[in-house]
């Protein structure tokens, strides 16, 4: 089955501002943009994705992505993130409708292809999934069969939204990378741990973080 991917983004002057006592102002944009960057990297090297649609309406972002091979999709609802996703859901669906669809999030700088294939793989074993991440409170990824609509539910406690939304909640040992999603200091620390992309590994090397 080949998958379709939809990642939103919001303005990078605006991302990542829990990481204020890891990162400064200045350098959390360019950070957040490295997660981006690396996320995306990976989800197209995966060899069941058939392309990446990022979502966002940031003016530096969109050009630095699309060149990587996403498509880049404006957030015309500008209502947050679940209305962005059903945004840009819908514009996929209308050139890939056959398309299996997931939304993943943008802040994953340690994912890993092949991990990525499992868990899609087992996402299409039903009509809706999604996986929780590391945390075991939010969730990375949110994915429906062909035919089926998105329901986003992301946003604060969304594990127990989605579960309760009726998605089936993926339990997959060994997919670390793509669970690890970066919002504090002690979660980039843990996604250096497991090994990031590289525009990732130099915005982190401009930062001290202890224990690194």
């Not at 939103?8 to 944009?29: C, F, H, I, Q, V």
């Not at 819908?90 to 993943?104: E, G, K, M």
């Not at 990525?116 to 945390?135: E, H, N, Q, T």
């Amino acid at each position: 089955m080949q998958w379709s991917l939809v990642i939103p983004l919001k303005p990078l002057a605006l991302a990542k501002s829990r990481l204020a006592d890891t990162a400064a102002d200045g350098l959390r944009p360019g950070l957040a943009l490295a997660f981006a960057e690396d996320t995306v990297s990976a989800a197209l090297a995966c060899p069941v994705v058939r392309d990446v649609a990022v979502v966002t309406d940031d003016t530096l972002a969109g050009p630095v992505l699309a060149a990587l091979g996403a498509r880049v999709v404006a957030d015309e609802p500008r209502s947050g993130l679940n209305a962005a996703l059903a945004h840009a859901a819908a514009a996929v669906r209308a050139t890939h409708a056959d398309s299996a669809l997931a939304a993943l999030n943008a802040d994953l700088p340690a994912l890993r292809p092949g991990e990525l294939a499992r868990v899609l793989d087992a996402a299409s074993k039903f009509p809706r999934a999604f996986l929780p991440d590391a945390a075991g409170i939010g969730t990375t990824l949110l994915a429906v069969a062909p035919g089926r609509e998105l329901l986003p539910a992301f946003g604060t406690d969304s594990r127990a939204r989605h579960r309760a939304s009726g998605a089936a909640e993926l339990t997959l040992d060994g997919v670390d990378s793509v669970r690890q999603d970066v919002d504090t200091g002690e979660d980039l620390r843990a996604a250096l741990a497991l090994g990031v992309g590289p525009r990732t590994a130099a915005a982190a090397a401009r930062l001290l973080i202890p224990g690194q």
